[in-house]
Protein backbone atom coordinates (compact mmCIF):
# COMPACT_ATOMS: atom_id res chain seq x y z
CA UNK A 1 0.00 0.00 0.00
CA UNK A 2 1.15 3.03 -0.86
CA UNK A 3 0.78 6.24 1.03
CA UNK A 4 0.08 10.08 -0.47
CA UNK A 5 1.23 12.71 1.41
CA UNK A 6 -0.17 16.14 0.69
CA UNK A 7 2.67 19.30 0.67
CA UNK A 8 2.41 21.97 2.84
CA UNK A 9 1.96 25.18 1.50
CA UNK A 10 5.43 26.90 2.28
CA UNK A 11 5.53 29.41 5.57
CA UNK A 12 6.73 32.96 5.02
CA UNK A 13 7.52 34.82 7.96
CA UNK A 14 5.51 37.99 8.10
CA UNK A 15 8.46 40.34 8.17
CA UNK A 16 9.58 38.81 4.99
CA UNK A 17 6.12 39.44 3.02
CA UNK A 18 6.37 42.72 4.59
CA UNK A 19 9.76 43.63 2.75
CA UNK A 20 8.46 42.44 -0.21
CA UNK A 21 5.22 44.09 -0.48
CA UNK A 22 7.03 47.32 0.44
CA UNK A 23 9.92 46.60 -2.13
CA UNK A 24 7.19 46.52 -4.53
CA UNK A 25 5.47 49.29 -3.46
CA UNK A 26 8.90 51.37 -3.94
CA UNK A 27 9.41 49.70 -7.43
CA UNK A 28 12.46 48.13 -5.82
CA UNK A 29 11.78 44.69 -6.87
CA UNK A 30 14.61 43.31 -9.49
CA UNK A 31 12.78 40.62 -11.22
CA UNK A 32 9.76 41.89 -13.23
CA UNK A 33 7.62 38.84 -12.48
CA UNK A 34 8.77 38.31 -9.11
CA UNK A 35 5.58 39.94 -7.47
CA UNK A 36 3.37 37.48 -9.60
CA UNK A 37 5.42 34.52 -7.79
CA UNK A 38 5.09 36.32 -4.62
CA UNK A 39 0.83 36.95 -5.04
CA UNK A 40 -0.10 33.57 -6.72
CA UNK A 41 2.28 31.36 -4.74
CA UNK A 42 0.45 29.05 -2.30
CA UNK A 43 1.15 30.28 1.51
CA UNK A 44 0.71 28.79 4.87
CA UNK A 45 1.10 32.14 7.19
CA UNK A 46 -2.52 33.25 6.98
CA UNK A 47 -1.58 36.91 7.87
CA UNK A 48 0.71 36.88 4.52
CA UNK A 49 -2.65 35.86 2.68
CA UNK A 50 -4.70 38.30 4.52
CA UNK A 51 -2.32 40.89 3.20
CA UNK A 52 -2.01 39.83 -0.41
CA UNK A 53 -5.96 39.51 -0.57
CA UNK A 54 -5.71 43.56 0.96
CA UNK A 55 -2.94 44.16 -1.92
CA UNK A 56 -5.60 42.57 -4.73
CA UNK A 57 -8.26 44.85 -3.32
CA UNK A 58 -5.96 48.09 -3.08
CA UNK A 59 -5.01 47.34 -6.84
CA UNK A 60 -9.07 47.01 -7.78
CA UNK A 61 -9.50 50.03 -5.92
CA UNK A 62 -6.41 51.81 -7.97
CA UNK A 63 -6.71 50.31 -11.41
CA UNK A 64 -3.72 50.73 -13.73
CA UNK A 65 -3.62 53.88 -16.09
CA UNK A 66 -2.31 51.68 -18.99
CA UNK A 67 -1.06 47.74 -19.24
CA UNK A 68 2.69 48.08 -18.08
CA UNK A 69 1.29 49.04 -14.56
CA UNK A 70 0.06 46.89 -11.82
CA UNK A 71 -1.92 49.52 -10.45
CA UNK A 72 -2.23 53.36 -10.16
CA UNK A 73 0.77 54.71 -8.14
CA UNK A 74 -1.84 56.25 -5.78
CA UNK A 75 -2.50 53.12 -4.99
CA UNK A 76 1.54 52.86 -3.52
CA UNK A 77 0.62 53.96 0.18
CA UNK A 78 -1.97 51.42 0.85
CA UNK A 79 0.67 48.65 -0.24
CA UNK A 80 3.44 50.38 2.60
CA UNK A 81 0.39 50.76 5.46
CA UNK A 82 -0.29 46.75 4.77
CA UNK A 83 3.40 46.35 4.88
CA UNK A 84 3.42 48.36 8.32
CA UNK A 85 0.44 46.58 9.25
CA UNK A 86 2.05 42.56 8.68
CA UNK A 87 5.51 44.10 10.41
CA UNK A 88 3.31 45.37 13.43
CA UNK A 89 1.44 41.89 13.43
CA UNK A 90 -1.57 44.08 12.99
CA UNK A 91 -3.38 41.33 10.89
CA UNK A 92 -2.90 38.61 13.13
CA UNK A 93 -6.46 39.34 14.59
CA UNK A 94 -8.56 38.77 11.54
CA UNK A 95 -10.41 35.65 11.24
CA UNK A 96 -10.95 33.48 8.14
CA UNK A 97 -14.39 35.30 7.35
CA UNK A 98 -12.58 38.50 7.17
CA UNK A 99 -10.30 36.95 4.32
CA UNK A 100 -13.15 35.72 2.88
CA UNK A 101 -14.80 38.97 2.70
CA UNK A 102 -11.72 40.94 1.99
CA UNK A 103 -11.62 38.54 -1.60
CA UNK A 104 -15.00 39.32 -2.17
CA UNK A 105 -14.12 42.94 -2.49
CA UNK A 106 -16.01 43.69 1.02
CA UNK A 107 -13.35 45.30 3.13
CA UNK A 108 -14.69 44.97 7.31
CA UNK A 109 -14.80 47.94 9.00
CA UNK A 110 -12.18 47.43 11.81
CA UNK A 111 -9.65 46.31 8.82
CA UNK A 112 -10.68 49.38 6.93
CA UNK A 113 -10.02 51.84 10.22
CA UNK A 114 -6.80 50.57 9.84
CA UNK A 115 -5.63 50.41 6.47
CA UNK A 116 -7.48 53.79 5.63
CA UNK A 117 -9.08 53.24 2.34
CA UNK A 118 -10.97 55.67 0.73
CA UNK A 119 -14.78 54.68 -0.03
Not at 12 to 38: H, K, M, R
Request: a negative charge.
Amino acid sequence: MFKIFKRRPPYTPSEIAAGYIEAFANDNLQDPYAWDDFELAPEANHEVILAIRLCWLVAGKFPARHDREYMHPDGKPYFRRIAELLRKRELADFSEIDMDQVQKGNLPPELNDKLGLPE
